[in-house]
């Protein structure tokens, strides 16, 4: 039960990496320094959406998915109301201008986590166990 849960925590950080990567590519987004960055990977990312991803992987793809954005866009309401580990340079996200609608866009992509992760280790589930 705890490898499940450390490899669902892996893949939302293996994912996230993956963002971050683009997100610095085309300069989407910005970390206000870079402790916040680890904060937003190992507390948000792998704890937060790792661990929710856990709980409801049993549920319906239906269910999966508004969880991740109902918890997503508490997250970036907390970022956008004081946290301000990370911002959106002239408060855009590709072709979304203005908070709210950044706020809306970003927290439905966070919804794909407990949605994509149950799945992928589905996929993956018997490699591990075979090496395991």
Excluded at 14 to 25: D, N, R
Excluded at 35 to 60: D, P, W
Excluded at 69 to 83: C, D, H, K, P, T
């Amino acid at each position: 039960m705890m490898i499940k849960l450390a490899v669902f925590m892996a893949l939302c950080l293996i994912g996230q990496l993956a963002m971050e990567a683009v997100a610095y590519t085309f300069k989407l987004w910005t970390y206000t320094s870079k402790k916040n960055f680890l904060i937003h990977i190992i507390l948000a990312v792998m704890l937060v959406f790792g661990v929710l991803s856990y709980l409801v992987s049993g549920m319906h793809w239906y269910l999966r998915y508004p969880a991740g954005v109902i918890v997503g866009f508490l997250y970036e309401y907390g970022n956008a109301s004081g946290l301000d580990m990370f911002y959106f340079p002239d408060n855009k996200f590709l072709i979304f201008r203005s908070k709210a609608s950044v706020l809306v866009v970003i927290s439905l992509m966070w919804g794909l986590y407990p949605l994509i992760v149950p799945i992928v280790y589905r996929y993956i589930a018997p490699l591990i166990m075979k090496a395991g």
